[in-house]
């Protein structure tokens, strides 16, 4: 084996390495040796097939084979014999290669980087310390008691937030060709941030912005601000490709309003369907037209024709979908639809968004049929971003009456008597408060340790640890629930921003791991036996099962070990740091 130098660039090294056609052919002959020992063909006893006819048959995939073993072999021992501490798997590119002839390897890595270790004695903490209050006690008293209280019946009126509807309820999913969905996604403040699948173009002069997202009646919309000095053209809002033949008559619905400013005179709305449109009145509860696509999976859009001149006016835009035909098809019901006698919460949490909204202003006796859109993250993938609807039929009103607060509502629960229930509170929101302390002296350790930390970090490590963050960050885009500190930034500053969090991430997770290396900091056997059953426990009525996978694959513990072994560094870090305690109250710590 000949191996060259190519790169020695900071933490990158590049390298050539050849193999002799002898040393490949020598292997690739014992390995076909060995498959004559035992290969049957037809015409030839068990293990006497000849030599020529076994190479013949299995050859090229030998050969293949031992390639494959013989670079990766070869490349561990450039590893080994340089002492190279690869950050991640070497990047391995064949040159040069033909039967008979020498083979050829690039191989491209980046090794770790030499991590001093900081001077830990002048790194000075602040513990932040909270106290449970009696009126922290007293109200989470009030909520045990509200969530254990009775529903009692209530004459029959109009339900208002708050109030239980005892119902029948059974949902469909209407039919719907297009293929990107409702329309979910949108971001407040992302002038680029259509839903998801959909488009957004506009005349020349003219900027946008995402100004607000939310539901009304039980459906999602996004309002449009658009602003300049336009030049004459049309706004476009696309809405994807439609699942037609060319030919097939279509019902293309949108909803569209004007809710703030005005379109200017000479405005004109259409909808879109390839080369067919038709006039629509902005402003209808929904926008309608039935049109005949002429191409096999025609693009539909809402469109908006403008004179040229001044342009200031916000578009508040809903869902879309499509049908074939102009009478809608029966909407077909779902697994998990349908309920009877369900206790529902007027206006409530933990349904699909907007459906108990929709509600308020039921009257026992009376059923009334609303739509909702599914969250595009919603658990199950056939019902996630769609739309459905249901009809809800009310049977009974009921009020909610929390119990007193007495040793009643304490034995209810579980305890002795109020004292030790108040007990049991008071301990749980210490240990609430505890865990939030950690988290901030932590945070205030990492931060003090990366302006410590200068060292280069691999460049393939960052973009791994950023790809998988932004992968996150895309998800939290498309489920509509960005951060509020990141609404209104493009695409652009967001990913400048996440990469250096990534960054920092991994050059102060190979300062951690050196310090506990330096400093003997080990994870015991014990500490992750019980790390493998808290994970078991996240599982319930899985749990041996759980415990029978870590069994049986070792090193998918490892991903337990890390975040303890990281735990046990800061311990490690905090006791060796100067750290003050200053008492605060809840509030204070919370905001901390």
Not at 318 to 337: H, K
Not at 494 to 503: H, Q
Request: proline share 6%.
């Amino acid at each position: 084996m000949q191996v060259t130098e190519l790169a020695n660039d900071g933490l990158k090294r590049a390298y050539s390495v050849t193999l002799s056609a002898g040393d490949i052919a020598s292997t690739r002959d014992r390995r076909l040796a060995e498959i004559a020992k035992t290969a049957t063909m037809p015409g030839f006893r068990p293990g006497k097939v000849p030599l020529s006819v076994v190479k013949q048959r299995y050859g090229a995939a030998v050969l293949g084979e031992v390639l494959e073993q013989s670079v990766t072999e070869a490349s561990r021992q450039v590893v080994t014999d340089r002492g190279l501490k690869p950050a991640l798997q070497p990047k391995i590119e064949v040159v040069n290669f033909a039967e008979g002839a020498d083979l050829e390897f690039r191989m491209d890595l980046e090794v770790l980087p030499e991590v001093p270790m900081p001077e830990f004695s002048g790194i000075a903490l602040e513990r932040l310390k909270a106290e449970p209050t009696e009126e922290a006690v007293e109200k989470a008293l009030a909520s045990i008691a509200e969530r254990n209280g009775t529903l009692e019946d209530a004459e029959p009126r109009a339900a208002a937030a708050g109030d239980v509807l005892v119902c029948d309820f059974s949902g469909r999913l209407p039919a719907d060709l297009l293929a990107n969905g409702p329309g979910l996604g949108a971001v407040p403040g992302r002038p680029g941030s259509a839903p998801q699948g959909w488009s957004i173009a506009l005349p020349e002069g003219v900027e946008q912005e995402i100004a607000a997202i939310g539901t009304e009646s039980g459906l999602p919309y996004f309002d449009l601000a658009l602003k300049g000095e336009a030049q004459a053209g049309a706004v476009r809002i696309g809405f994807g490709g439609i699942a037609a033949k060319a030919g097939q008559a279509v019902t293309l619905e949108g909803r569209a309003t004007v809710v703030a400013g005005a379109l200017p005179g000479g405005a004109e709305a259409a909808l879109v369907l390839g080369g067919a449109r038709q006039g629509v009145s902005l402003g209808a509860a929904a926008l309608r037209a039935c049109l005949v696509a002429d191409a096999d999976d025609p693009a539909a859009a809402l469109e908006i024709a403008l004179p040229a001149g001044a342009l200031d006016v916000a578009l508040r835009i809903g869902p879309a979908r499509a049908f074939a035909g102009t009478e809608e098809p029966e909407a077909r019901a779902f697994a998990g639809g349908a309920a009877s006698d369900m206790p529902i919460e007027v206006g409530g949490q933990g349904f699909i968004p907007g459906f108990t909204e929709q509600m308020i202003g039921l009257t026992p006796g009376e059923s009334r049929d609303i739509d909702v859109v599914f969250p595009a993250d919603y658990g199950s993938a056939e019902l996630a971003g769609k739309r459905a609807r249901f009809t809800i039929a009310a049977k009974a009103l009921k009020t909610r009456k929390p119990r007193a607060v007495d040793d009643e509502l304490a034995k209810a629960v579980g305890m002795e008597d109020l004292a030790k229930l108040k007990e049991a509170i008071r301990s749980s929101l210490q240990r609430e408060y505890d865990s939030l302390s950690r988290m901030r002296l932590k945070r205030a350790l990492l931060d003090a340790l990366a302006e410590k930390a200068s060292f280069p970090v691999p460049e393939g490590m960052v973009e791994a640890e950023f790809a998988q963050i932004w992968q996150r960050v895309e998800a939290d885009l498309k489920a509509g629930r960005l951060d509020a500190d990141d609404q209104g930034k493009d695409e652009a500053t967001l990913k400048a921003e996440y990469r250096a969090i990534a960054e920092r991430r991994i050059r102060l997770g190979l300062l951690l791991s050196e310090i506990g290396r330096a400093n003997n900091v080990q994870v015991g056997q014990e500490e992750m036996a019980r790390a493998v059953r808290q994970e078991a426990m996240r599982y319930p009525g899985q749990e041996q099962q759980v415990l029978e996978f870590f069994r049986k694959n070792p090193q998918a513990a490892e991903s337990l070990r890390a975040p303890l072994f990281e735990e046990k560094v800061v311990d490690f870090m905090i006791e060796l740091a100067k750290v003050t305690e200053r008492q605060v109250s809840p509030e204070e710590l919370t905001a901390a």
